[in-house]
C-alpha cells in the first residue's frame, strides 16, 4: 500500500518559474527522502531529510518537513527543461537499516515548458 | 548514474511461468532491496537482503523469492507468474549503515 501521498499529481510550469510540490504521509517516520524518475527508468535519489530536521538544501533543491502534520515539500527553482520527471517522497518509518522498506507514494509528474 | 546493474533490460513471459531478474550491487554496498513499480504508480517494497539473508519484506506472496551472492550480487524469482505481475522490478543497494538506496535502471517485465 502507498504511505505517501504527493500533490499536485502532475505539474507544468515555464522554464525558469520554480516549481513546488507536497507530500503527505500517515505514519511516523525515521526520514523521508525525494527521488526523481526519468521515463519510467531507475530513480535517482535528490535528498533525505531526517525527522529531527526541518530544511535542508542541495543546490537548486529545497525541502522542508513538518512532522507535526506529516508532511513534506520539495522546491525546485530556476526550472529547466531537464527537470522534465516524475518526483516522488518516500519514508522510511523504520529504526534504521531499511529493513522496512521504502514507502513510495504516487508521484508528481512535472512537465518544464520550454 | 548509480553503479547499480541490472538484466535484462526488457523480458516477456506467459502467465504461469517463471522469471529471474539479476542485480549487481553498487561497489562496497552490502545492502540490497528489491521494489515493483506497476504503470503510473510508486514503487512497492518487495524485500531487503543483508549478508545473504532476508532482513525484511513487504506484503508479497512467497512466489517472490531472492538470493544474494557473497560479492552482494542479488537475483528476485518469481514463480507462477500472474498478468498483475507485469511491471518495472528496481533494485537498490546501500550499506548497512546508511538510509540512502541507489536504484538501478530497472527490468521491465510482461506478462502475457
Known amino acids: 500500500s502507498q504511505q505517501g501521498e504527493e500533490d499536485p499529481q502532475a505539474l507544468s510550469i515555464q522554464e525558469g518559474e520554480n516549481a513546488t510540490m507536497n507530500c503527505s504521509y500517515k505514519?511516523?517516520?525515521?526520514?523521508l527522502q525525494w527521488y526523481r524518475q526519468n521515463s519510467g527508468r531507475g530513480l535517482v535519489h535528490l535528498i533525505l531529510i531526517r525527522s529531527n530536521e526541518r530544511e535542508k538544501h542541495s543546490g537548486r533543491l529545497r525541502v522542508t518537513l513538518d512532522t507535526s502534520k506529516k508532511s513534506s515539500s520539495l522546491l525546485i527553482t530556476a526550472s529547466r527543461a531537464a527537470d522534465t520527471a516524475s518526483y516522488f517522497c518516500a519514508t522510511d518509518g523504520g529504526t534504521g537499516g531499511g529493513a522496512d522498506g521504502l514507502t513510495f507514494g504516487k508521484g508528481t509528474h512535472l512537465i518544464i515548458q520550454p | 548514474e548509480t553503479g547499480v546493474t541490472q538484466s535484462p533490460t526488457h523480458l516477456i513471459k506467459t502467465r504461469g511461468q517463471q522469471v529471474t531478474l539479476r542485480c549487481s550491487s553498487q561497489s562496497g554496498h552490502n545492502t540490497v532491496s528489491w521494489y515493483q513499480q506497476a504503470l503510473g504508480q510508486g514503487p512497492q517494497f518487495i524485500f531487503q537482503y543483508y549478508r545473504e539473508e532476508e532482513n525484511g519484506r513487504g506484503n508479497f506472496p512467497p512466489r517472490f523469492s531472492g538470493l544474494q551472492f557473497p560479492n552482494y550480487s542479488s537475483e528476485l524469482n518469481v514463480n507462477a507468474l500472474e498478468l498483475d505481475d507485469s511491471a518495472l522490478y528496481l533494485c537498490?543497494?546501500?550499506?548497512?549503515?546508511?538510509?540512502?538506496?541507489?536504484f538501478g535502471p530497472g527490468t521491465r517485465l510482461t506478462v502475457l
Open positions: 505514519t511516523s517516520i525515521n526520514n
Open positions: 537498490a543497494s546501500k550499506t548497512a549503515s546508511t538510509d540512502t538506496q541507489y
